[in-house]
């Protein structure tokens, strides 16, 4: 049962336009993530995201920033894209309990570049 | 900084067939380790996670002992069905510090044949 969603499920874009993608978490979780996968599946963490608090933010371009509402959301925007921005883009979430540590992944946006 | 290796890229083997996935990983602090399974176009999904020392943990047939004496989380099953194939990661993550997210190993792809 799916419990972190994300918009749009694909994009395709020209060089140097501005995305924006969206995640929802319905888990009540504390803590949002950005992973990116690359083409060869590799999966490494952009982001997280903590009571509205960047905790984490790996040598990311610039051009990438997360954008949060809430605790329940979390979006990821991209000012000027460039081709080795394609990519899967998985939004995840967790929190300290019973569960802890445990992250729950949403299906992904996949990005074309073109 | 932190590490996961997993040797393998690409199992291949026949339905009944056992399997082990290597893993070890390299950290400075308390580790969670953890196995995710992705499947073709989904999400990655927990299969497996422990951070108590030399105790077993089992899930949907397959299992993992942490030895931290070797720094190893490897995962096995001991008959393999068509439904496992799928890409198998190794995750670690700072059981003191959840919300730094997760540093995956590269993956192993298991491909199982009839």
């Known amino acids: 049962e799916t419990a972190v969603f994300q918009t749009p499920n694909y994009h395709v874009t020209q060089v140097g336009n501005e995305v924006s993608f969206n995640c929802k978490q319905t888990l009540g979780h504390d803590t949002m993530y950005w992973y990116k996968q690359d083409s060869k599946k590799l999966l490494k963490i952009m982001f997280s995201?903590?009571?509205?608090?960047?905790?984490v933010n790996e040598t990311v371009p610039r051009r990438f920033s997360p954008q949060s509402s809430d605790k329940a959301h979390l979006n990821l925007r991209i000012k000027s894209v460039e081709p080795e921005d394609s990519a899967v883009y998985l939004c995840?979430?967790?929190?300290?309990?019973?569960?802890?540590?445990?992250?729950?992944f949403g299906p992904g946006t996949r990005l074309l570049v073109l | 900084g932190d590490s996961v290796t997993q040797t393998e890229g690409l199992v291949t083997l026949t339905k009944g067939l056992p399997v082990m996935l290597n893993c070890t990983y390299q950290t400075t602090y308390s580790p969670f380790l953890f196995w995710y399974v992705q499947h073709l176009n989904e999400a990655p999904k927990l299969l497996l996670k422990s951070s108590t020392d030399n105790k077993r943990t089992e899930h949907q047939g397959f299992y993992a002992t942490l030895h931290k004496s070797s720094s190893s989380f490897h995962l096995q099953k001991s008959s393999v069905q068509l439904s496992d194939s799928a890409l198998y990661f190794c995750a670690l993550s700072d059981r003191n510090n959840y919300a730094q997210g997760l540093t995956f190993g590269l993956g192993t792809r298991v491909s199982v044949f009839p």
């Open positions: 995201y903590n009571n509205k608090q960047l905790i």
């Open positions: 995840a979430s967790s929190s300290r309990g019973a569960n802890q540590d445990t992250q729950y």
